[in-house]
């Protein structure tokens, strides 16, 4: 007979593993549905461990989704090698395959913070500026493009339309296959920025 030992984990793993759980519940439910009494069932603990760790609902759902933000900025880095539209192109496929891949939660994430949650809409902001500025940032730029107030502008807006094409695209795709919504979301992006700079010239 195998004797089975339990592995004793120190409070950051804990908690990591917990994070881990809830995100993982993220990619299938919204923000509201995934509650305390939720994770403490699939992690087999008890709710007050949870707020142990936690402190109450609102800070769990937060941490929750400053992991999932996290885990969105890292999966859509573009590569480091290839020419700039293709390095381009690489991220923003990897961009629509997280929201895919976990479409309840983002969905829920985006109406959280325009719903006027100041954490959520923090680290929602954070989000869209990382994505926003690693287009300027030397080490993984995506295209070389003038860094001006109005370039700035116009490419946080296209970061939003690109959202809302995918959150579309994801409640209906009308025909659209997954590489069309690629190239539209790739494509756009260095049309807008030419656009601009010749509305500059």
């Known amino acids: 007979m195998t004797a089975h030992t339990r592995v004793r984990l120190s409070p950051d793993e804990r908690r990591a593993q917990l994070l881990d759980l809830g995100v993982t519940l993220l990619a299938t439910r919204s923000l509201d549905e995934i509650s305390i009494d939720v994770l403490a069932e699939e992690a087999g603990i008890s709710r007050g461990l949870l707020y142990h760790y936690f402190g109450n609902k609102h800070a769990f759902h937060e941490a929750v989704?400053?992991?999932a933000a996290d885990d969105l900025i890292a999966q859509t880095a573009p590569p480091t090698e290839?020419?700039?539209?293709e390095r381009l192109q690489?991220?923003?496929e990897a961009y629509v395959d997280y929201v895919v891949t976990n479409y309840a939660g983002y969905r829920s994430l985006v109406k959280a913070a325009a719903g006027g949650h100041e954490g959520l809409r923090a680290i929602y902001d954070e989000v869209q500026g990382v994505l926003v500025e690693r287009i300027f940032a030397e080490d993984e730029g995506t295209l070389t493009v003038p860094d001006t107030p109005a370039v700035r502008l116009v490419l946080r807006g296209w970061s939003t339309m690109v959202e809302e094409l995918v959150?579309?695209?994801c409640e209906d795709a009308s025909g659209v296959t997954r590489e069309e919504l690629h190239r539209?979301?790739?494509d756009s992006?260095?049309?807008l920025?030419?656009?601009t700079l010749g509305a500059g010239a």
Request: hydrophobic letters at 65%.
């Open 65 to 67: 989704v400053r992991r």
């Open 82 to 85: 290839g020419d700039p539209l």
């Open 90 to 92: 690489a991220s923003m």
């Open 167 to 169: 959150l579309v695209w």
């Open 184 to 186: 539209m979301v790739t």
């Open 189 to 191: 992006m260095p049309a």
């Open 193 to 195: 920025v030419a656009i």
